[in-house]
């Protein structure tokens, strides 16, 4: 079969448009990256972030649940916070002790340091033991408030020290009033 003699194909095969240029390609895909770039859209979102923002830092101070960090959620977590809130800790006066332990020793002889070493190694000791006997303490209050069949959360024994270092200020959610003990 030659040339002339082939059948005639009148089908289009193909997209039935020519290609796009770069250009026009490219300003096709033009489009902001991060939304609305105007001066005013970006101060109403800076302004609409930051109600949000104190919104939330207001219900986590209040308590609400849902804008807890995830290790101070839940009802063991607030059982927990209630026993430790409500007491005077050694805990609570671990880190001023320690700052001026160190501060001390900078000024004193060296059986002065050794001493005060010791001292340290004893604060620390008391600490640990009376964290302890609160993780005990409120491990019963859990188990008393939410019924003796709930299975306990871990790391409570550490959220008592980290919580018990905290002063009492800089806690969130903030501590309740302490209660008078009528003994």
Do not use: H
Request: charged residues 30%; hydrophobic residues 35%; positive net charge.
């Amino acid at each position: 079969m030659s040339d002339q003699e082939k059948p005639d194909n009148s089908t289009v095969i193909g997209k039935g448009r020519p290609t796009p240029t770069r250009k026009e390609r490219e300003a096709a895909n033009k489009r902001p990256l991060v939304g609305n770039k105007s001066k005013e859209a970006r101060l109403a979102d800076r302004g609409r972030q930051r109600a949000e923002r104190e919104k939330a830092r207001k219900l986590a101070v209040a308590g609400d649940d849902r804008y807890l960090l995830a290790r101070d959620r839940g009802p063991q977590r607030k059982v927990i916070r209630d026993v430790l809130d409500n007491r005077y800790t050694l805990i609570e006066g671990l880190m001023p002790m320690m700052i001026l332990f160190l501060v001390v020793t900078s000024f004193t002889n060296e059986v002065a340091k050794n001493l005060i070493t010791i001292a340290m190694i004893l604060s620390l000791f008391a600490v640990s033991v009376e964290a302890m006997l609160i993780s005990r303490k409120a491990t019963s209050a859990v188990r008393e408030k939410l019924g003796a069949e709930v299975k306990l959360q871990k790391g409570n024994y550490f959220y008592i020290l980290t919580r018990g270092m905290q002063p009492r200020p800089l806690r969130l959610p903030k501590p309740g009033p302490r209660k008078k003990n009528k003994s």
